[in-house]
């Protein structure tokens, strides 16, 4: 079975800050993906990173796949009030299905 | 456009009570999916359809059933509700041909007595 490891779960944090979260697995994934969750909602797609050392930016956002497709990080830069929310990563497996991470949620203090 | 809806949003059901939870997607997806989560969990797969007229299971479809009723709609059931079936189920669908992004419903919180 493969497993995604997600650190830290929980993040509070002043307005300002940066901060990491961690995506870990011992599996390798053909893609990853990062989702936000708001409360009382579904999880919304962020970003899709598919190459292996590949970086994607999304405004203040940047996100980081592995070498080796095992791993990622999300990492914002002067993090605001909005982007509180649980954060989740998802492994694409080998027969394209969804393999999710537990979460970090994240709040961002004005 | 609606994207994923979902129905009910909240429904509490007593130990043994049966009900269906009804999705449907206006995005022409062939793909579907039934998830539940729960705190400190993330998301773990129920069941999904692949397409129209097929259904698979996922990591968790013990006392858990479903029907892709068309390409639209995916329905899942509880025949016998348990409490350790509380929790908050979300569906969620794909164009398989796009890196299988997943686009979900608002969920629905359901409660076991």
């Known amino acids: 079975t493969q497993l995604l490891e997600q650190s830290p779960q929980f993040l509070s944090i002043q307005e300002g800050e940066n901060l990491t979260v961690y995506c870990n697995s011992s599996?390798?994934?053909?893609?990853l993906q990062w989702y936000r969750q708001e409360p009382g909602e579904g999880p919304v797609l962020l970003v899709t990173v598919v190459t292996g050392g590949e970086v994607k930016k999304l405004k203040r956002l940047t996100f980081q796949f592995g070498d080796a497709r095992k791993d990622s990080s999300l990492h914002i830069t002067a993090a605001q009030p909005g982007d509180t929310g649980l954060y989740l990563c998802?492994?694409?497996?080998?027969?394209?299905?969804?393999?999710f991470g537990s979460g970090t949620r994240l709040l961002v203090r004005p | 456009n609606a994207g994923v809806t979902q129905t009910p949003k909240f429904q509490v059901l007593k130990t043994g009570q049966s009900m269906t939870l009804q999705c449907a997607q206006d995005?022409?997806?062939?793909?579907m999916y039934w998830y539940r989560q729960d705190p400190g969990m993330g998301l773990r797969l129920i069941y999904y359809?692949?397409?129209?007229?097929?259904?698979d299971k996922g990591e968790v479809p013990n006392g858990y059933n479903v029907s892709r009723l068309n390409k639209r709609e995916f329905s899942l059931r509880l025949e016998s509700a348990a409490p350790s079936q509380t929790s908050v189920y979300f569906c969620a669908s794909s164009d398989s041909g796009r890196g299988n992004i997943q686009y979900f419903g608002a969920g629905t919180r359901l409660s076991v007595l």
């Open positions: 359809s692949a397409s129209e007229g097929t259904t």
């Open positions: 995005m022409n997806h062939n793909s």
């Open positions: 998802a492994g694409v497996d080998s027969s394209y299905k969804l393999i």
């Open positions: 599996s390798v994934f053909s893609s």
